[in-house]
């Protein structure tokens, strides 16, 4: 078995997480949720306000892309369905 630490790397376990969750939001959320509460139960200091206002801050962020990227793709659909119908190539 490989140690996670060859794949993650550099990078935060919370981007490593969201690449291993596969793009499924809910998913990285529970899964996340889970790690916070060990953090929490576990780590010898826990972390500080302005951390968790941070994060809270990405994650609002990081939904309202999620929305925009929602919102575009509908109108990239539209956009392609009439120039299909008009016989256009996309």
Do not use: H
Request: with cysteine.
């Amino acid at each position: 078995m490989q140690c996670n630490s060859k794949e993650k790397r550099e990078t935060s376990w919370k981007a490593f997480l969201r690449v291993n969750c596969g793009g499924d939001d809910a998913l990285f959320l529970e899964r996340s949720a889970k790690i916070r509460s060990w953090l929490d139960g576990n780590a010898s200091t826990p972390a500080p306000a302005s951390a968790r206002v941070a994060e809270a801050r990405v994650a609002e962020a990081r939904a309202e892309a999620v929305r925009a990227m929602a919102t575009y793709r509908t109108a990239y659909e539209r956009l392609r369905a009439a120039v299909v119908a008009e016989g256009d190539e996309p």
